[in-house]
């Protein structure tokens, strides 16, 4: 008899009315939230896609760990940056660690020390920090680094060895800017420098493949050369702000030239204290790649329970005119009873 009723109960109008109102508030949320989450894809403020992630997960023991990393690997400049950005939200630190990055950054800084990155940027053309970008960025402005790159990489092609084509693609669209340089007085400086860096990039392994693909394409079109110095200009302003690691870094994260449009306006806004941002964060620094499959989620949770809701208001209707032809059926077979001469009500 229990489970009759357990049957009867769930067969009743009232419970496909409270399933449909349930799936109903269930669909509200979810349309809702996939509202939010198509909001949140649709932001373009790389500032605060940043400071919403790190508010997530940045803390002090992700920003200990990461400075004594970096200066385990001898990288002072990352270890610097992480230190300003636990600075720069509240963030305390080990008095002690801190002071031991300040004291890496002023040996780093040595005459000596500096004196040494700076040839050996301008004679590689692989710079590591400013001051062997300093020397890559002289080489490149007196032509020097630009006919470096040429001859190297013709070199190699005419003797047989791997060359890239891609350096050589380069050079020229160097030669070509410093010229402009020089012609405007020095304003097409940061494009110079982000050339300089996006070569760099190229040849130590540090530029987003997907990025070289695309700026591979447009160096052998003329008609787009416009994209090139935009995007190394954009290279340069982020250069100009966080420093020559932290470009290195978004050349290695970015994948298109939007990319890097959008961290150098994060370098613009947060500084020295970019590149403690990419290096914990990655392209999730500037795009929201998440809320797109949130977005499919909540849309996708919304519409199993719209389709719920309209199951359930179809099971509701139809139980209820169920009830209705049994009542009225029922009523019709009574009435019949009590005008038929002769016949009584058993009841």
């Given at each position: 008899m229990g489970r009759k009723r357990f049957i009867a109960l769930l067969r009743h109008p009232a419970f496909a009315v409270l399933g449909a109102i349930l799936f109903a508030i269930a669909a509200f949320v979810g349309v809702?939230?996939?509202?939010?989450?198509?909001?949140?894809?649709?932001?373009?403020?790389?500032?605060?896609?940043?400071?919403?992630?790190?508010?997530?997960l940045f803390n002090r023991d992700i920003a200990e760990r990461e400075i004594r990393g970096a200066l385990a690997a001898g990288d002072n400049d990352l270890a610097q940056s992480f230190v300003e950005l636990a600075a720069d939200r509240s963030v305390a630190v080990d008095?002690?660690?801190?002071?031991?990055?300040?004291?890496?950054q002023v040996k780093a800084g040595s005459v000596t020390g500096t004196a040494g990155r700076f040839v050996q940027?301008?004679?590689?053309?692989?710079?590591?920090?400013?001051?062997?970008?300093?020397?890559?960025?002289?080489?490149?402005?007196?032509?020097?680094?630009?006919?470096?790159?040429?001859?190297?990489?013709?070199?190699r092609y005419l003797t047989g060895k791997p060359a890239d084509p891609w350096i050589l693609g380069l050079a020229g669209v160097g030669i070509?800017?410093?010229?402009?340089?020089?012609?405007?007085?020095?304003?097409?400086?940061?494009?110079?420098?982000?050339l300089t860096l996006?070569?760099?990039?190229?040849?130590?392994?540090?530029?987003?493949p997907v990025?070289?693909?695309?700026?591979?394409?447009?160096?052998v079109k003329v008609e787009e050369a416009g994209g090139i110095v935009e995007l190394v200009g954009n290279v340069g302003r982020v250069e100009t702000k966080a420093g020559t690691q932290a470009a290195l870094d978004s050349l290695k994260v970015a994948e298109s030239p939007q990319d890097v449009s959008r961290l150098a306006r994060l370098a613009a806004a947060k500084g020295t204290k970019t590149r403690a941002i990419i290096k914990l964060l990655?392209?999730?620094?500037?795009?929201?790649?998440?809320?797109?499959?949130?977005?499919?989620?909540?849309?996708?949770?919304?519409?199993?329970?719209?389709?719920?809701?309209?199951?359930?208001?179809?099971?509701a209707i139809e139980r209820m005119t169920m009830?209705?032809?049994?009542?009225?059926?029922?009523?019709?077979?009574?009435?019949?009873?009590?005008a038929t001469p002769g016949v009584s009500c058993s009841c």
């Open positions: 809702r939230g996939g509202m939010e989450a198509r909001a949140r894809l649709a932001m373009d403020d790389p500032v605060q896609i940043s400071d919403q992630a790190l508010d997530r008095p002690a660690l801190a002071d031991e990055v300040k004291q890496a940027g301008l004679w590689t053309g692989e710079p590591v920090d400013g001051a062997s970008l300093a020397g890559t960025a002289v080489g490149d402005l007196f032509v020097f680094g630009d006919i470096r790159d040429a001859a190297r990489e013709g070199t070509a800017i410093t010229a402009a340089t020089y012609v405007s007085a020095g304003v097409a400086t940061p494009a110079r420098v982000g996006v070569k760099a990039a190229r040849r130590t392994g540090r530029l987003n990025l070289a693909v695309r700026i591979a394409r447009e160096a990655g392209r999730a620094a500037i795009v929201l790649t998440a809320s797109a499959l949130d977005l499919a989620m909540w849309l996708f949770w919304a519409g199993f329970m719209l389709l719920g809701f309209a199951s359930s208001c179809k099971a009830r209705y032809i049994r009542w009225h059926k029922a009523r019709r077979m009574r009435d019949a009873e009590l």
